[in-house]
């Protein structure tokens, strides 16, 4: 089944414990991206890949890594998290071109 | 990426089609109009996309006025399983980004 993981679902931490959220996706896409959601502000994006070793920030990128070593995998690091990274996380990819993006169901992140 | 103009709420009788609005009245010629929706804190869901044509598949329909400034989705026969927020984000094909709004909260009622 195509589909984009993310790993964990739910996590619960502490402020200042580096964590990475996985994201893999079995469609061979080139783009990945990252978002977070919280109530009153929407989807906003992260970091975004256009493919292997090419990343970008999107519009919220403090505090957050991402790394594109391979086309399927594209992690999510907090190196210090605090509070504020308390949020829904979701993945997405797609292929070039004017496409839909898949999405993954999502990481909720809480951090104590 | 042109913004887009969606009613924050509607509500729909099962069964019946669901017809929603959006207005995107500064596209660009180049840029498409998706639509996605999310169902209760689950990831997104890619539904349909267009450029001007009406496009048509298994979940909805996408009807484009010929000036492209706007543009309805068409759930033609909503369940309570559409239950959703409906997003309509415009772009163009190499675009990284999606925007997304507030979109509109869709509430089918049995």
């Known amino acids: 089944e195509a589909q984009v993981t993310q790993n964990p679902r739910y996590l619960i931490t502490v402020t200042g414990k580096k964590l990475t959220v996985t994201c893999s996706q079995n469609?061979?896409?080139?783009?990945m991206s990252w978002y977070r959601q919280d109530p009153g502000l929407g989807l906003r994006q992260i970091y975004y890949?256009?493919?292997?070793?090419?990343?970008d920030k999107g519009d919220v990128p403090e505090g957050y890594k991402v790394s594109r070593k391979e086309k399927r995998n594209f992690p999510l690091i907090l190196e210090s998290p605090s509070p504020n990274q308390t949020s829904l996380y979701f993945c997405?990819?797609?292929?070039?071109?004017?496409?839909?993006?898949?999405f993954g169901s999502g990481t909720r992140l809480t951090v104590v | 990426d042109a913004k887009t103009t969606q009613p924050p709420s509607m509500d729909c009788a099962e069964g019946r089609a669901a017809n929603l609005p959006c207005n995107h009245s500064?596209?660009?010629?180049?840029?498409?109009v998706y639509w996605y929706r999310q169902i209760h804190s689950q990831g997104p869901q890619y539904i349909i996309h267009?450029?001007?044509n009406n496009e048509t598949n298994e979940m909805a329909s996408l009807i484009i006025t010929e000036d492209r400034k706007s543009s309805t989705l068409i759930l033609p026969h909503a369940t309570l399983r559409d239950t959703a927020v409906y997003y309509c984000?415009?772009?163009?094909?190499?675009?990284?980004?999606?925007?997304f709004g507030a979109g509109t909260t869709v509430t089918v009622r049995a």
């Open positions: 469609m061979n896409h080139e783009y």
């Open positions: 984000i415009v772009r163009s094909g190499g675009d990284y980004k999606l925007s």
């Open positions: 890949s256009m493919n292997v070793e090419v990343t």
């Open positions: 267009g450029l001007k």
């Open positions: 500064t596209i660009s010629g180049n840029e498409y």
């Open positions: 997405a990819s797609r292929q070039q071109g004017a496409l839909g993006y898949t």
